[in-house]
């Protein structure tokens, strides 16, 4: 229904009257007096109706921009309905020459049977058992054991093993870890002193088993210990050590580990990694590893150890190794090929009258390159137990402006020019080797 406004009705009523006035006068010709017409009522006229907004409604509008999803492929992108048991693999503290080994159970919590279509560790530290092509009933669950090989450094240490089940895009991942350590065990495991990093800080040496112990040196000189005083107090399990760059490290000289020896029985030397510029190995032949130690060795004797190439082709065979010090002598002894890698044997020997740590510079040698790395340990009398005496802390000879050289600490030297094809390189203990 519609309202009149007031103001459209007079409106409409003026016009209707002034045309009835007109259509007279047009039928009388001219100004003759006619009598007046009766008066006329005119018609209501209605205004023209207003234009009404149709209601608006809740249905949604179509997008025809967006991708229609197939509920199937929606499904798909969903994580596996798989528990695991237990949720992470966790081996603990494991020494440098373990293997670990652990199961987890891949439990179905759907509504239908699931097929493992394929297992891939993440690196070659952990092994598995085949699991692909097994199928896993609703409530039930299939088994993956694995095996952990830790690498030689201390520290913390990850791995992960992808499952992938038909008919899912997600993998299921199963987490692995563990802590590399000796029976003597520091934290932190390195020192972080690289530029812009504090240049003092305290570190925790402790055995694993509780046992007291006493800690014989660092780097060759006398900790410097933090509530604790060793012309005091009895050997404890626990030390919190104090250093300083200046003062540990004289002349700026970085070894690429910090040697700490100790008097227990089963650990008699353990390292801290330095982080620092100068100690950043120069690769020229990729190693898996680049922490050595021959452990303890009595005078004259000899040692075996390996180095792993990880990226040496097959046609490329490592000749020859060596030592850049006379208290050392490395020299190749075998290699073996195992996949990728090239797995060399090496042979270290006594052959100096000097005692305690012994801290060089090796070498291994291809017809085509060579590769620097850091190899130490104790040199010792038979029978010997207990600590060596400790170094006095370098003094500065006002002549020359540097500290007096220190054993143990190697010497940093130029890398050599890379030896001709074809050619054999030196197996002089005192031969040259590259760079920290």
């Known amino acids: 229904m519609f309202t009149r406004h007031p103001l459209n009705v007079f409106a409409s009523t003026l016009l209707a009257t002034s045309a009835v006035a007109l259509t007279m006068l047009s039928a009388c010709g001219g100004n003759s007096a006619a009598p007046a017409p009766a008066p006329v009522v005119p018609a209501p006229v209605a205004p023209a109706p207003t234009a009404v907004t149709?209601?608006?409604?809740?249905?949604?509008?179509?997008?025809?921009?967006?991708?229609?999803?197939?509920?199937?492929?929606?499904?798909?992108?969903?994580?596996?309905?798989?528990?695991?048991?237990?949720?992470?693999?966790?081996?603990?503290?494991?020494?440098?020459?373990?293997?670990?080994?652990?199961?987890?159970?891949?439990?179905?919590?759907?509504?239908?049977?699931?097929?493992?279509?394929?297992?891939?560790?993440?690196?070659?530290?952990?092994t598995i058992n085949d699991i692909?092509?097994?199928?896993?009933?609703?409530?039930?669950?299939?088994?993956?054991?694995?095996?952990?090989?830790?690498?030689?450094?201390?520290?913390?240490?990850?791995?992960?093993?992808?499952?992938?089940?038909?008919?899912?895009?997600?993998?299921?991942?199963?987490?692995?870890?563990?802590?590399?350590?000796?029976?003597?065990?520091?934290?932190?495991?390195?020192?972080?002193?690289?530029?812009?990093?504090?240049?003092?800080g305290r570190t925790v040496v402790e055995s694993?088993?509780?046992?007291?112990?006493?800690?014989?040196?660092?780097?060759?000189?006398?900790?410097?210990?933090?509530?604790?005083?060793?012309?005091?107090?009895?050997?404890?399990?626990?030390?919190?050590?104090?250093?300083?760059?200046?003062?540990?490290?004289?002349?700026?000289?970085?070894?690429?580990?910090w040697v700490i020896e100790t008097d227990h029985p089963d650990c008699p030397i353990v390292e801290v990694f330095v982080r620092h510029e100068t100690t950043m190995p120069k690769i020229n032949i990729a190693l898996s590893d680049y922490r050595h130690t021959f452990g303890q060795l009595e005078a004259g004797k000899s040692v075996e150890f390996a180095v792993t190439c990880t990226k040496l082709d097959e046609s490329e065979t490592i000749i020859a190794a060596s030592a850049g010090s006379t208290d050392l002598k490395v020299e190749l002894v075998s290699q073996v090929r195992d996949g990728t890698d090239t797995i060399v044997t090496l042979r270290a020997t006594s052959t100096s009258a000097t005692r305690g740590l012994t801290y060089v510079n090796a070498t291994i040698y291809s017809a085509k390159r060579q590769q620097d790395f850091e190899l130490w340990g104790q040199v010792i009398d038979p029978g010997f137990t207990g600590c060596f005496p400790c170094k006095e802390r370098a003094e500065i000879t006002p002549s020359i402006g540097q500290p007096k050289p220190i054993r143990g600490i190697p010497s940093v030297t130029q890398p050599t020019a890379p030896i001709p094809a074809g050619a054999t390189p030196s197996l002089s203990p005192n031969a040259p080797v590259g760079g920290n």
């Open 208 to 257: 694993i088993d509780g046992r007291p112990f006493k800690i014989c040196a660092i780097g060759g000189f006398a900790p410097h210990y933090i509530g604790f005083d060793p012309t005091k107090d009895e050997p404890a399990n626990h030390y919190v050590i104090d250093w300083n760059i200046e003062r540990d490290f004289p002349g700026g000289k970085f070894p690429r580990y």
């Open 54 to 126: 149709p209601p608006v409604t809740d249905a949604p509008a179509t997008d025809v921009s967006a991708p229609v999803v197939d509920p199937a492929q929606e499904a798909e992108d969903l994580p596996p309905p798989i528990e695991l048991d237990p949720p992470v693999l966790d081996f603990g503290i494991m020494s440098p020459t373990d293997i670990a080994e652990g199961t987890v159970k891949l439990r179905n919590t759907g509504t239908k049977e699931l097929e493992v279509l394929s297992v891939q560790p993440s690196c070659k530290c952990t």
């Open 132 to 200: 692909a092509g097994q199928k896993i009933p609703v409530g039930g669950f299939v088994e993956i054991q694995a095996k952990m090989k830790p690498t030689s450094g201390a520290g913390a240490k990850k791995a992960e093993i992808k499952v992938l089940i038909d008919g899912y895009s997600r993998i299921v991942p199963i987490q692995l870890k563990s802590e590399v350590s000796l029976p003597v065990r520091v934290q932190p495991y390195y020192l972080n002193i690289v530029t812009g990093q504090p240049q003092v």
